[in-house]
């Protein structure tokens, strides 16, 4: 039987003390007729739970990757923290057991920490997500911005009740007959799904910084009809660009399943649907739709700079030649 643990209305918004409220992320600076890029979400969403019976579960994406062998480490000397085992095939994800969280016949407090620098709690108090997060930005690589990461999270309620664990009328209801192991299994699938959204929600940010910071670039040619832009500017905007196709399309499970459900339909079940909620399918192609569009331009920037070298390697040669020809003219003169 699980009891209600009372849960603090005032959801993490912050990993350091300092920041002392959520501000949208700014964007790169654009020109005066453009737009500056916006967050997914209008204004960070904070859920009330409903009733007595409800929990409240929440993921965020900090970097780019974390250190979990040493994150763990640095966890488990804290004192209230303490590794709980997982399956053998659930690679690059670390449970953790919040000790001092949880009583005795309460809800237990835990968390997932991915590899791909996103963390989901459940049931979790405020405190103790604060020192998680100022933890880990020990042990991550290419971290976000603060605001950024705060902005763009996902909260779930959840739940116990009778029958197959399911998803519905936005809260997460969990079969409250099944064994710890199975009900640890399926938050996992729900945080499996809740940091692809994330996560996603973090490269759409970058996309459209990026695509602030070409936009200009039609509107020169169309003025202008050429383009000023170096070989190295041009390089440095292609390898920002395929940097963000490569994570999108071949460095995440935006695009199939994780191996990890092939032999565990009900699991793989519940993934699907979250991400359904979350519409990361759909999200994941207008992200590459806009890509395939910066693309073309990156192209035609490529072409530009290229052709523009071709006409000073020739410019070079035909000067060097007529040079010859007058050195030539000289000596048979003389």
Request: hydrophobic share 35%.
């Amino acid at each position: 039987m699980h009891r209600p643990q009372h849960l603090t209305d005032n959801i993490i918004r912050s990993s350091s003390t300092h920041l002392s409220s959520v501000k949208a992320p700014t964007s790169a600076k654009t020109s005066k007729a453009s737009k500056p890029a916006r967050p997914r979400t209008k204004k960070p969403s904070t859920l009330v739970l409903k009733d007595e019976g409800q929990w409240l579960s929440t993921a965020f994406s900090t970097s780019e990757e974390f250190n979990l062998e040493h994150f763990s480490l640095d966890l488990q000397t804290q004192g209230n923290f303490q590794v709980a085992t997982m399956p053998t095939d659930a690679h690059d994800v670390l449970h953790m057991k919040v000790i001092t969280d949880t009583q005795e016949d309460e809800e237990p407090s835990e968390m997932f920490i991915f590899r791909n620098g996103c963390l989901v709690f459940w049931n979790v108090a405020e405190s103790t997500i604060k020192q998680v997060m100022k933890i880990a930005t020990k042990h991550q690589s290419e971290p976000y911005e603060v605001a950024l990461v705060n902005w763009e999270n996902e909260q779930m309620n959840y739940s116990y009740g009778e029958g197959k664990t399911c998803f519905k009328e936005d809260c997460i209801v969990l079969n409250g007959n099944s064994s710890t192991e199975v009900t640890t299994l399926e938050k996992f699938a729900f945080s499996n799904s809740m940091i692809l959204s994330v996560k996603l929600a973090m490269w759409e940010y970058t996309l459209d910084k990026f695509v602030s910071s070409i936009e200009h670039i039609p509107e020169i040619l169309k003025a202008s009809g050429k383009l000023k832009m170096s070989h190295k500017s041009t390089m440095k905007h292609m390898g920002k660009l395929y940097s963000l196709r490569h994570r999108i399309n071949l460095s995440s499970d935006l695009l199939n399943t994780p191996d990890f459900y092939w032999d565990r339909q009900e699991l793989e079940d519940l993934f699907t649907k979250m991400c359904q909620f979350f519409s990361i399918s759909r999200r994941t192609r207008v992200m590459n739709d806009k890509l395939s569009h910066c693309n073309d331009l990156m192209d035609l920037m490529r072409n530009d700079v290229t052709e523009q070298h071709t006409l000073r390697l020739e410019a070079m040669i035909t000067i060097l030649i007529g040079v010859e020809i007058i050195i030539e003219i000289i000596h048979y003169t003389v």
